[in-house]
């Protein structure tokens, strides 16, 4: 069973940066397709979007309202995968999860928007105030 525990989130005022962590545990290979995703106050879970999106081969894609901000990185060697976010905005307020999909499919921000992921972790929030 794959499990995932998110850490980071703070509080920062606008134009600051903060870099969240995801610990993957009960992994059987390292060609997941991983990825961040955020869910705003207020919104339903349908209303969770993909942020950034890492496959097995390090390739990465971006939502449009946060690229050139964010960056995804992962850790094959310690299992971490990591969101540097650079230049927030209080519309990025929002609960940050990580997910993992096992699947062989398309692993871009908007296929996985689409299609969900298989694994989540409880979320880390991030705060922003302008």
């Known amino acids: 069973q794959v499990q995932l525990v998110e850490s980071g989130g703070g509080s920062v005022q606008a134009g600051g940066s903060l870099r969240l962590s995801c610990a993957a545990s009960g992994y059987t290979k390292h060609k997941y397709c991983m990825g961040w995703f955020r869910q705003a106050p207020g919104k339903k879970r349908e209303g969770r979007e993909g942020?950034?999106?890492?496959?097995?081969?390090?390739?990465?894609t971006y939502a449009d309202s946060v690229k050139g901000r964010f960056t995804i990185s992962k850790d094959n060697a310690k299992n971490i995968l990591y969101l540097q976010m650079n230049s927030l905005k209080a519309e990025d307020t929002a609960m940050y999860y990580c997910?993992?999909?096992?699947?062989?499919?398309?692993?871009?921000?908007?296929?996985?928007?689409?299609?969900?992921?298989?694994?989540w972790g409880k979320g880390t929030l991030v705060t922003i105030s302008s």
């Open positions: 942020v950034a999106t890492i496959d097995g081969d390090g390739r990465t």
């Open positions: 997910a993992a999909y096992a699947g062989g499919g398309n692993c871009s921000t908007t296929s996985r928007d689409r299609y969900g992921m298989d694994y």
